[in-house]
Structure formats: C-alpha cells, structure tokens
C-alpha cells in the first residue's frame, strides 16, 4: 500500500464516516439540529472536495497506484452511502431512493470487477451519465443534509429533492449503459 498524498486523502475520507454519521447522535444539549446539519453538510462536501483532490493530486505528483485507484471508488461509495442512510433516518429522503442509488453502486462495481477478470474492463470506463449523475448527487446530498431554509427564499431541502431524484433518474439510464455494455459479454463468457 503506498503512503502518498492523495491514498492518505482518501483514508481520511474513510474515516469521516463515523464523524458524519455520529454527529447526529450527540445529545440536542451538545448540538442543536441546525449544528448537526451544518457540521454534517461541511464533512460531506469536504470529503466531495478532496474525493476530486486525491485524484488531481495523484496525477499531477504522479502518485498513481493501483491501491488508490481501489480505494478511492470504495471510500466514494462508502461515504455517499452513509449520507443516503442517514437522509433516510432523518426522513429527508425516501428509502426507495437511496436503495436505488446504493444498488446501482454495488450492482456496477461487481459488475466492473467481473470485466475487468474477463480482460474487459476497459469498456465499463466511467460514462458522461455516470459523471452527470455524480454531480447532481453531490449536489443534492449537501442541500439535503443542511436541510434548513436559507433567508426564507432559498429552500436546500426542496432543490436537494428534485436534484436527488434527478441522480436517481440518472442512476439508472446509467445502470442501463453499463449492463447494454455488460450483457453481450455475459452471453459470450458465460
């Protein structure tokens, strides 16, 4: 495993979850909700920022390994799906949603790992509508973390609603293309 900027970046992405997700367990003598909201929505989009740090970093500094490329998709799904289940507990997002997005996120990552062992894996590289639905969920998980109005004229949970059910919408045309991608190969190897 090598130790370099952009892998200890993606470590620390890992190791926010349990911050993230603990936040909304302090007692409302600690913090009141409106300061969960804003310490969560602050984690969320660090960790957002540095997920496009590490990999900028890695490039430039030529750290490239095969390690960060593992871990870096794992510590992006692990986060996004600790966001989602904590959306669901606070009742700011369906869980039909997050099991959407969690879903298409297990289903293509198996689904990766199994065309890359048959020598295929090229061909699943990242598509537009995947990096499309990637925006507007990091968009959207902040809104819906922060929760609270904005001066009354600016309603985070409302954009982050239809921004997240966009991402679903996305997630799934892009689930679509993966598997179009996926299934003449399972045929043919199968």
Known sequence: MPF??????????????????????FPP??????DQNLIATIIFTGAAITDWLDGYLARVLNQTSAFGAFLD????????????????YLSRLDALIAFIIIGREITISALRE?????????????????KLKTASQMIAIPLLLYHDKINESFDPQKIGTWLIYLAAILTL????YYLKVAIPQALKHG
């Open 4 to 25: 370099n900027l952009p892998n200890v970046l993606t470590w620390m992405r890992i190791l926010a979850i349990p911050l993230f997700v603990g936040i909304f367990y």
């Open 29 to 34: 003598s600690w913090l009141s909700q409106s």
């Open 73 to 88: 998709p794992v510590a992006d799904k692990l986060m996004v799906a600790a966001a989602l289940i904590v959306l669901v």
């Open 114 to 130: 199994w065309m890359a062992q048959i020598g295929k894996g090229k061909s699943m590289a990242v598509s537009f509508l995947g």
């Open 173 to 176: 045309w892009s689930m679509g």
